[in-house]
């Protein structure tokens, strides 16, 4: 079979040896799913590290057929997706923990939330959608804390104490610190999706539906991050992100200045997270910037004061 390049060096690249070999094992699992379910798979999604496909059952139903490799982070989205019970996400049908598959509905029209330009209302879709997905965190659950954050940035510093690509050690040290301060002040837990932006929201019917949650605990404002990161314009940038805020913040009742520097802190580990040698992210490492003005405007000190 041949895969989509990227879709193959990214999961060479994240998972190695055991990602090569499931590579390998990728034509037997898609046949024991057209074997088990009584399905006929499609030509897959545009993909990252995970293998997506339509599929249509023999009853004519259509599905859509995720595959993993399996461990920690299929163990999580599966427990999210059957913790949210569908309030505002996609609905699994069946799965296979050892073998890292999950069958879901088929969301129609099926469009992303990328699609709709105006930005204002797409905020407003997105508000709507988080509303659906708002659920107290379990007492008794596999899914980590937003601390599982805030000690990724922490290796990174340990491995890096002089900077790493284009962060300085001043800014990964105070993005650490305002991980610590906030994850220790959090008061009400949340499940969170995990990884919320436009495009894994779809278009359902007349609604719009959450897909491929990672599965986080923590605060609604630390979910928001990553849609803020997504889809910018490549002018305004600081008043499309001023706008999104305030817009995000009213519709879901939220602490601004714990959105702010939730922001700043996520996307400085967002960048590290896109460092590969000399190239890196510049789009979220502009970001790091924007929230830092956000908040000296509507609080008249800098970020790193909030620690103090």
Known sequence: MEYQEQFVQSVRFYFQEEGEEWIQELPELIH?????????????????????????????????????????????????????????????????????????????????????????????????????????????????????????????LVQNEEGYGPLSSHVLRTSLSLFTKLNQSIVHYKLLHGDFHHYNVLASGNAWTAIDPKGLLGEVEYDLIQFLLNRLPEKDVYDVTKNRVDILTNELNLNKERLLLWGYCHTVLATSWSVEGSDYSKPFYQMIEIFERMYKEAYGKEVAQYTM
């Not at 399905?39 to 993909?47: G, V, W």
């Not at 019970?85 to 296979?96: A, L, P, R, S, Y």
């Not at 598959?101 to 997105?126: F, H, M, Q, W």
């Open 32 to 156: 024991y799913c057209e074997q088990n379910w009584s399905l006929k798979m499609e030509d897959p999604y545009s993909l990252s590290i995970n293998y997506v496909a339509p599929a249509k059952r023999e009853s004519g139903k259509e599905v859509v057929v995720k595959l993993s490799i399996p461990g920690t982070e299929f163990l999580d989205e599966l427990e999210s997706l059957s913790l949210f019970n569908h309030h505002g996400m996609v609905q699994v049908i069946d799965f296979n923990i050892e073998k890292g598959i999950i069958i879901l509905e088929k969301l129609s029209p099926g469009y992303t939330l990328a699609t709709v330009e105006n930005d204002e209302l797409a905020c407003r879709i997105a508000a709507g959608v988080l509303k659906k997905l708002s659920i107290s965190a379990p007492s008794n659950t596999r899914i980590q804390t937003t601390a599982i954050r805030e000690e990724s940035l922490r290796a990174t």
